[in-house]
């Protein structure tokens, strides 16, 4: 049986801390063999900058880093991206739309590659919004009141290598908790998970997510609504909704739902 490989999800980087501890995570998943980073655009960031920069990731072990600049719609992928893809140890996404890079990438021959390559142990990276786009399900920003936003079913479908919904969350921001509740509200089967400004997870065989860096990750767990009806009804009963709040060094079971003893992640 093939080995699936790890996930690591960063936040966006504050700007008063350094970042390198968490691109460590991904260093060592890349430690010896090549890197391959996706960039879907040109992001002119100064974290984004960093993480396209070749020579601190060889410093850090990285033995070959590849770099693959892509454009809005995409065709089915040269044949030189699909063998990088499918030699590389770890493959970084880059992107700052995550519904549209899920809507042409989930139906391209280099997703499938990347599903394959997964699957047979290639770790998978993003950062920001490439995060929220590997999940289940990817949350659309909204102004809207939270009863609204239950109502509007405030999400669509991801590229499903996250079996739960993922946000980025600048705690302690009101706004993008209600976004993500929503979303929960509306699927209870899927977890949402929010993952603060430098700080990161990973998620090892689909199931064990280890909590890296210097914020709080929420986990938000609506399973025990799953029998009650849609809509309005459901929101009354957001009190259900189990919140847990992990910190660097917190394992929670995917699966389970349920914090666990810690696992060395690497």
């Not at 997703?111 to 919004?129: E, K």
């Not at 706004?175 to 929503?182: C, P």
């Amino acid at each position: 049986m093939c080995k699936v490989g790890d996930i690591v999800l960063l936040g966006q980087f504050s700007s008063d801390i350094d970042p390198l501890d968490l691109l460590t995570a991904i260093a060592q998943r890349a430690a010896g063999g090549t890197l391959l980073i996706v960039q879907v655009r040109s992001l002119q960031s100064p974290e984004a900058q960093i993480l396209v920069n070749r020579n601190m990731w060889l410093d850090r072990g990285v033995r070959q880093v590849r770099l693959a600049h892509i454009r809005l719609p995409f065709d089915i992928g040269s044949n030189a991206l699909l063998s990088d893809i499918d030699a590389a140890h770890c493959i970084l996404f880059l992107t700052e739309n995550a519904v549209s890079f899920v809507e042409w990438f989930q139906h391209t021959r280099v997703f499938q590659h990347v599903v394959t390559a997964h699957q047979g142990g290639t770790a998978i990276a993003a950062w920001g919004d490439s995060a929220t786009a590997l999940s289940a399900a990817v949350a659309r920003r909204s102004s809207a009141s939270l009863d609204q936003t239950v109502l509007d079913s405030p999400f669509s479908p991801g590229l499903k290598l996250i079996p739960a919904i993922v946000m980025e969350i600048a705690l302690p921001s009101e706004q993008e908790l209600h976004e993500l509740l929503a979303a929960v509200l509306n699927d209870p089967t899927l977890l949402g998970i929010g993952i603060g400004g430098s700080t990161g997870v990973i998620i090892r065989q689909n199931r064990y997510l280890h909590v890296i860096g210097h914020e709080e990750v929420v986990i938000l767990d609506a399973s025990s609504l799953c029998d009650t009806a849609h809509g309005i009804d459901r929101l009354m009963q957001f009190a259900e909704v189990d919140v847990r709040l992990l910190i660097e060094g917190d394992t929670y079971d995917l699966a389970m739902r349920s914090t666990i003893e810690p696992v060395n992640c690497g």
